[in-house]
């Protein structure tokens, strides 16, 4: 928890990532989406990501689309969601992960589960520190949905 809070190691891949991309998400080549969103309703964010693109799906391509982005797919198919380093040669298998790391439980805010309510207060002061300045950031940030 403490390397993925702000000026943590990883405090970049949430806080300051949001904090960068808030500022420009209203732009025309800018689409900002939420991993929960994409979770209510996949068919919708496909067809917002087809949208933003310019590409035109058929019903069967989205879909297809639909399907192999849904966590039965994946679930069925964790080998294809492996980490690789193809050009390591010393990397014995030159695999990082094994099958299934990616693909857990397809469930949104295990978190909520496996944090204390110390740890939960301690991110939820980040957040409101982070993108307070701004009720709607903050709230994209907790739940998605602009």
């Not at 970049?12 to 209510?40: C, T």
């Not at 695999?95 to 207060?121: C, H, L, Q, Y």
Request: glycine share 8%; net charge positive.
């Amino acid at each position: 928890l403490q390397q993925m809070l702000p000026r943590g190691m990883f405090g970049m891949w949430q806080f300051d990532y949001i904090n960068k991309w808030w500022k420009v998400k209203d732009e025309k080549n800018v689409l900002l989406l939420h991993y929960s969103d994409a979770k209510k309703d996949l068919p919708g964010t496909v067809k917002q990501l087809a949208d933003f693109y310019g590409v035109k799906l058929t019903n069967k391509e989205k879909d297809t689309v639909v399907e192999k982005c849904s966590f039965d797919y994946m679930k069925n198919n964790t080998h294809l969601f492996n980490y690789q380093l193809p050009l390591n040669s010393g990397f014995e298998g030159k695999r990082i992960m094994t099958n299934g790391s990616m693909t857990r439980k397809g469930i949104n805010g295990e978190g909520k589960i496996v944090f204390s309510d110390k740890d939960k207060a301690t991110w939820e002061k980040a957040e409101e520190e982070e993108f307070g300045d701004d009720p709607a950031k903050l709230h994209w940030a907790r739940n998605g949905s602009l």
